[in-house]
T-cell receptor, first 111, second 115 residues
Framework: DAMVIQNPRYQVTQFGKPVTLSCSQT?????MYWYQQKSSQAPKLLFH???????NEADTPDNFQSRRPNTSFCFLDIRSPGLGDAAMYLC??????????FGPGTRLTVL | DQQVKQNSPSLSVQEGRISILNCDYT??????FLWYKKYPAEGPTFLIS?????DKNEDGRFTVFLNKSAKHLSLHIVPSQPGDSAVYFC??????????????FGKGTLLTVNP
């Protein structure tokens, strides 16, 4: 089945220790997104790739970086996680239209 | 500043009755609207959408209504089933300005359908 896969599903890191979250897709979609969702809040777009073009949202902290080495994979790097970065991180893909397909998310805990 | 608002954090209905979930938006550039459904420990899944050129779209038990003048849309589920219990997110996009593939989400409404 074509799908969006996120690894790991649960990630625990220490304050200030870099962490990388992974997303892969078998849908061959050209757009990939990273969202941050905190409890009872709306998913918040951090950035997206349209093919290799990286698009950062204006209010995304510099602490968050992303890499897309190929069509299938996209990574979210948090360089120095703070307690406020604890959240669910959702990866999504699209063909460039309105409908996005989401992965199951990675729950990040910062100790 | 929230551009997409779901003012009811939760809604509880009886099985077989109608569920009505509401969503308001402030950005007049939004011209496409989607509803996503999310179960615990899963990502959101697409449910139904509507373009601003329409005022109603129906798919089985799910109907979305759009009132552009009021900047309001609603999702109707008839009849409601216990398996519909989930968080429902309203989302919107604007086709102009190169942002036609970015979605703005509301905070979600937790629907509980009681047997």
């Amino acid at each position: 089945d074509a799908m969006v896969i996120q690894n790991p599903r649960y990630q625990v890191t220490q304050f200030g220790k870099p962490v990388t979250l992974s997303c892969s897709q078998t849908l061959n979609h050209n757009v990939m997104y990273w969202y941050q969702q905190k409890s009872s809040q709306a998913p918040k777009l951090l950035f997206h790739y349209y093919d290799k073009d990286f698009n950062n949202e204006a209010d995304t902290p510099d602490n968050f970086q992303s890499r897309r080495p190929n069509t299938s994979f996209c990574f979210l790097d948090i360089r120095s996680p703070g307690l406020g970065d604890a959240a669910m991180y959702l990866c999504a893909t699209s063909r460039g239209g309105n409908e996005q397909f989401f992965g199951p998310g990675t729950r990040l805990t910062v100790l | 500043d929230q551009q997409v608002k779901q003012n009811s954090p939760s809604l509880s209905v009886q099985e077989g009755r109608i569920s009505i979930l509401n969503c308001d938006y402030t950005n007049s550039m939004f011209d496409y609207f989607l509803w996503y459904k999310k179960y615990p420990a899963e990502g959101p899944t697409f449910l139904i959408s509507i373009s601003s050129i329409k005022d109603k779209n129906e798919d089985g038990r799910f109907t979305v209504f759009l009132n552009k003048s009021a900047k309001h849309l609603s999702l109707h589920i008839v009849p409601s089933q216990p398996g519909d219990s989930a968080v429902y997110f309203c989302a919107a996009s604007a086709s102009g300005g190169g942002s036609n593939y970015k979605l703005t989400f509301g905070k979600g409404t937790l629907l509980t359908v009681n047997p």
